[in-house]
T-cell receptor, first 113, second 113 residues
Framework: DGGITQSPKYLFRKEGQNVTLSCEQNLNHDAMYWYRQDPGQGLRLIYYSQIVNDFQKGDIAEGYSVSREKKESFPLTVTSAQKNPTAFYLC????????????FGAGSRLTVL | KQEVTQIPAALSVPEGENLVLNCSFT??????LQWFRQDPGKGLTSLLL?????REQTSGRLNASLDKSSGRSTLYIAASQPGDSATYLC????????????FGGGTRLMVKP
């Protein structure tokens, strides 16, 4: 079955450490996105990529970094510069043609100790 | 800047009731609007997508309408069931490219047996 796989599902980090969240899709989608969700709030865009080897900052990119070396993969690194990293992180991808529907992974919950 | 608002933030209804969730947006020049369902601690599942040229979309007991001129969309759920309990989010896309997707804060729905 096609879909988006995020790992790990839960991650604990000490302050000052960088962590990388994985996002893999087998939907053959060109565009991929990272969102952050805080309790009771909507999603906020961190980074997005429309094509391999290219990505753009979203609304809250500070303290985060991404890469897009392969079409299937769009990992997100939460760096020590991110002041409040505890949140639920969601990866999504979008088909560029047809229905243009956004498809999400199951999410990764990051907690900073 | 596009702002998306969902009212109410939370809703509790008895099983079997028909209900309406509201989504309003400030910029009427949208490309499409998508309704999602999110179960606790999970990713988002796409329910319905309405293109800017459409007035409504239906899927089973769900019906979503779009009124661009007034900046509103509604999600109608017929004969609600306890399994419908979840958070429902709407997202508005301004253009056909990139990141121009803005999410509302969601409506948390509880359907009591």
């Amino acid at each position: 079955d096609g879909g988006i796989t995020q790992s790990p599902k839960y991650l604990f980090r000490k302050e000052g450490q960088n962590v990388t969240l994985s996002c893999e899709q087998n939907l053959n989608h060109d565009a991929m996105y990272w969102y952050r969700q805080d309790p009771g709030q909507g999603l906020r865009l961190i980074y997005y990529s429309q094509i391999v080897n290219d990505f753009q900052k979203g609304d809250i990119a500070e303290g985060y970094s991404v890469s897009r070396e392969k079409k299937e993969s769009f990992p997100l690194t939460v760096t020590s510069a991110q002041k409040n990293p505890t949140a639920f992180y969601l990866c999504a991808s979008r088909d560029g043609a047809g229905a243009n529907v956004l498809t999400f992974g199951a999410g990764s919950r990051l907690t900073v100790l | 800047k596009q702002e998306v608002t969902q009212i109410p933030a939370a809703l509790s209804v008895p099983e079997g009731e028909n209900l309406v969730l509201n989504c309003s947006f400030t910029d009427s020049a949208i490309y499409n609007l998508q309704w999602f369902r999110q179960d606790p601690g999970k990713g988002l599942t796409s329910l319905l997508l309405i293109q800017s040229s459409q007035r409504e979309q239906t899927s089973g007991r769900l019906n979503a309408s779009l009124d661009k001129s007034s900046g509103r969309s509604t999600l109608y759920i017929a004969a609600s069931q306890p399994g419908d309990s979840a958070t429902y989010l709407c997202a508005v896309k301004l253009g056909n490219a990139g990141n121009m997707l803005t999410f509302g804060g969601g409506t948390r729905l509880m359907v009591k047996p």
